[in-house]
């Protein structure tokens, strides 16, 4: 029999709903809502979601909010041109 093998995880960090609600400066209600919609991803653990970096990062990038005076994040130079 062929032996299976488990998907790789990329980046196994999980933020509770809490921690996330934190970090976006949310209500609970507004994070599970995001994710009962499908806009930001969440794991099962138990009877506990758990959201992982990558899924907020991807939510966080796909709601950037362009402007002429912050330019976006990937094109942040430091000054002095080092960097």
């Known amino acids: 029999m062929p032996a299976t093998t488990a998907p790789r995880i990329v980046n196994p960090q999980l933020f509770t709903v809490r921690e996330v609600c934190g970090l976006l400066r949310a209500c609970p209600t507004t994070v ?8 930001l991803s969440a794991v099962n653990v138990g009877a506990d ?14 709601h950037l909010v362009p402007s002429r005076s912050h330019p976006p994040i990937q094109s942040w130079r430091r ?3 080092a960097g």
Request: proline share 4%; charged share 30%; aromatic share 8%.
């Open 79 to 81: 000054r002095d041109g």
């Open 49 to 62: 979601l758990r959201i992982p970096l990558d899924g907020l990062l991807f939510y966080l990038n796909a």
């Open 32 to 39: 599970r809502s995001l994710i009962r919609r499908g806009e």
